[in-house]
């Protein structure tokens, strides 16, 4: 607690968005929840999210030890092209686990508010096949990712530029590159409205060439003091797709957090 202290004191004191991870170094266990709304009257709700354990354990690290999400798949429509040309309709997902996930972070450079409130840190990701069929990647991935962040009295930005590279299964999972981009605004202690930019653009495999863009409008409540570092944090927002054929429409995202 004392070392997570010292370390958090050397860094801006923003909020974690909702979908872009935080370049920050934070100490908490975080609960998500996604209900994503998918083409031909398919859904999917995220319980989960594959968040979990944050901790600081040295000088300058974090590691985030993910619990995988539990996927369930709903209301799901047969793709009215599914039965042409003499072919089988793909049966539908079953509902299970994710897969196992975890992110070490390494903070390059940082200054608090006091003294230029701007943040480096590099990222390392790591999942393992061990969710179940349908909703596994059936392949190791592996993701390095820069994040970055600035602030300027009440506003700040943080972004995240990274790629996903898996060890097998090139043409399905492609390599996807991603560029995230939160902008917040801090109001009334406890209250930082936020508009979040997730861009994908998928460079190998079936999808090459093609992108994704959503848009994040939210609200994140926090840190709420309960005792000492104890401390609660909440926020909600609503993810719209702008572009075409993306992986699923929309979303409605749900976060819960207690950092201490």
Do not use: C
Not at 85 to 114: C, M, Q
């Amino acid at each position: 607690m004392p070392r997570a202290t010292r370390i958090q004191s050397e860094q801006p004191h923003w909020i974690t968005p909702l979908v872009t991870v935080t370049p920050r170094l934070e100490q908490e266990y975080r609960y998500d929840q996604l209900w994503q709304a998918q083409a031909h009257g398919a859904a999917l709700d995220n319980f989960g999210a594959s968040k979990g354990l944050e901790l600081i354990p040295w000088y300058n690290v974090e590691v985030i030890l993910g619990v995988p999400g539990w996927i369930a798949h709903n209301g799901s429509i047969p793709h009215p092209k599914a039965k042409k040309n003499g072919k089988r309709p793909v049966a539908p997902p079953i509902d299970g686990w994710a897969d196992e996930t975890f992110l070490v972070k390494y903070r390059i450079l940082s200054a608090n508010e006091d003294s230029g409130n701007y943040l480096l840190t590099a990222f390392m990701g790591f999942s393992a096949p061990t969710g179940a069929d349908g909703n596994s990647a059936r392949h190791a991935v592996f993701t390095p990712a820069i994040a970055f962040g600035k602030g300027w009295g009440a506003f700040d930005f943080q972004s995240t530029l990274g790629v996903a590279i898996p060890n097998g299964g090139m043409e399905r999972l492609s390599m996807p590159l991603s560029y995230n981009t939160a902008f917040q605004y801090h109001v009334l202690t406890y209250f930082w409205p936020e508009l979040e930019v997730n861009y994908t653009w998928f460079t190998r495999g079936e999808n090459a060439g093609k992108n994704q863009v959503f848009l994040t409008p939210g609200l994140v409540v926090g840190r709420i003091p309960v005792r000492e570092r104890l401390g609660l944090t909440f926020g909600a927002g609503y993810q719209v797709a702008v572009t075409h054929h993306p992986a699923y429409n929309h979303a409605v995202v749900f976060s819960g957090r207690i950092p201490f």
